[in-house]
């Protein structure tokens, strides 16, 4: 029997895969050697995950791998009509960064509440000037996306006491479809940003939706850059539209030192680390031995994404 050949396209630190000694090849490509070496791999494992490298050179000749795994949680960056229309079986790493991307909302959510940005600005300017502070039990929060992220998002606000609506594509039991979107919006102490990039999400938070949002309102975006139309964003803020914003993702990374969001007023930005706590590439190394070994014992894999949506279906949760 054939030797399974592995193919990590690379990131530094790489993956930890000591434990597939014996029962599997490993290999490694970067950007200018994925496409040459696709071909004869069984399994790739798209560590270096900001990168679009698997779209570019999947259209090529010759056989693909038959899985895929991403080690994050999103998948746009890696789906191109060429994948989609292929029998590759694509996995993410679902189970590894919604915890810590909620206690990262749950902070932000506290620092606004409590007026932290401007604190720690005042003691910058060693102003003494006392305030009254917000709080948060009986405010209310609507959360756009309904998958893990959304949902433990949820469970965490309301442990805080905030009143919580979980938006998703459809309605269905707990959970409001689209079509609620501006009304809760338009209500809504806080707004976060938790949904999957796709064609229908895509912009979403642009202009319009802004001018719903209450002017004490604020709005924070874990989800992906691209739901945010960040030009839009930054005007609101400027006009006052909305009280503040935080911004940990966004369409191109690493944001340029020359890009104007770190200007912005009452906006927070933060490079993309709201999942990324202590020991999270180790979680994601071990997540994929232990998926490896189900996919070579010819076991059915967790976290099947759905091409054709662009996100892993929510089983517990009928669409």
């Avoid at 915890?99 to 932290?116: C, H, M, Q, S, T």
């Avoid at 604190?119 to 893990?148: D, I, K």
């Avoid at 503040?244 to 340029?256: H, I, S």
């Avoid at 031995?289 to 949760?317: C, F, H, K, Q």
């Amino acid at each position: 029997m054939t030797t399974p050949v592995i193919l990590v396209l690379e990131a530094d630190p790489p993956p930890r895969l000591g434990r597939l000694a014996g029962r599997a090849v490993v290999r490694y490509a970067d950007r200018r050697t994925l496409a040459g070496l696709l071909p004869g791999a069984d399994v790739l494992l798209v560590w270096d995950f900001t990168s679009d490298a698997v779209r570019e050179a999947w259209p090529g000749d010759g056989p693909r791998p038959r899985w895929v795994h991403t080690a994050s949680a999103g998948v746009d960056r890696l789906l191109c009509p060429e994948l989609a229309a292929s029998p590759t079986v694509v996995t993410n790493a679902r189970g590894v960064f919604e915890l810590p991307i909620a206690e990262y909302v749950a902070g932000l959510v506290l620092a606004f509440a409590k007026d932290l940005p401007r604190t720690l600005e005042l003691q910058r300017q060693h102003r003494w000037s006392h305030r009254e502070t917000r709080g948060l039990a009986g405010t209310r929060a609507v959360v756009v996306g309904a998958g893990p992220v959304g949902r433990e998002i949820m469970r965490l606000l309301d442990a805080l006491g905030v009143q919580v609506a979980l938006v998703g594509r459809t309605a269905r039991r707990t959970i409001h479809g689209v079509e609620d979107l501006d009304r809760l919006a338009a209500g809504a102490d806080w707004v976060i940003g938790a949904a999957p990039l796709t064609d229908a999400t895509r912009g979403m938070f642009d202009s319009r939706f802004f001018g719903l949002l209450q002017p004490s309102a604020h709005f924070v975006n874990v989800g992906r850059g691209a739901l945010t139309v960040k030009e839009d964003l930054a005007e609101a803020l400027r006009r006052r539209w909305i009280a503040g914003a935080a911004l940990d993702v966004f369409q191109e990374e690493p944001l340029g030192s020359r890009s104007p969001l770190w200007e912005v007023p009452r906006l927070l930005v933060s490079p993309h680390m709201s999942g990324d706590t202590a020991g999270w590439r180790d979680r994601l190394g071990e997540q994929f031995v232990s998926m490896y070994e189900l996919w070579s014992a010819g076991e059915p894999l967790p976290n099947v994404v759905d091409i054709g949506r662009g996100y892993v279906p929510s089983t517990d949760i009928p669409d």
